[in-house]
């Protein structure tokens, strides 16, 4: 079971970006999902999360400008960002929380999606 995910890149301040998190694998179902981030020199912080029965958490930093969404049939997550400001610029990582087909609940992390930010 792995998470890939993508859809960082440069953009403008002001502009948006749609980061996706997909899950492949042995996968009977997605518990929860989270988006994180790691600016150059900073320690890893909170995003966003969305639980399997749609509630969300976002952080002070995002609430208004960020979205988490997931596409269950295609075990994808989703963090629309729009209004993106110089410090967005950071590394994403998302997680989830997994249950196995094999009935084992697991936490796996993506690889990391950067994000830059232009002023």
């Known amino acids: 079971v792995q998470l890939q995910a993508y859809g960082g890149g440069l953009v403008k301040a002001g502009g948006s970006l749609r980061l996706s998190c997909a899950a492949s694998?042995?996968?009977?179902?997605?518990?929860?999902m989270g988006w994180y981030r790691q600016a150059p020199g900073k320690a890893r912080e909170l995003v966003a999360t969305l639980t399997r029965q749609s509630s969300t958490n976002y952080a002070d930093y995002v609430k208004g400008r960020f979205t988490i969404s997931r596409d269950n049939a295609k075990n994808t997550g989703y963090l629309q960002m729009n209004s993106l400001k110089p410090e967005d610029t950071a590394v994403y990582y998302c997680?989830?929380?997994?249950?196995?087909?094999?009935?084992?609940?697991?936490?796996?992390w993506g690889q990391g999606t950067e994000v830059t930010v232009s002023s």
């Open positions: 997680n989830a929380q997994v249950r196995t087909t094999q009935a084992v609940s697991i936490v796996i």
């Open positions: 694998g042995s996968i009977a179902s997605i518990n929860f």
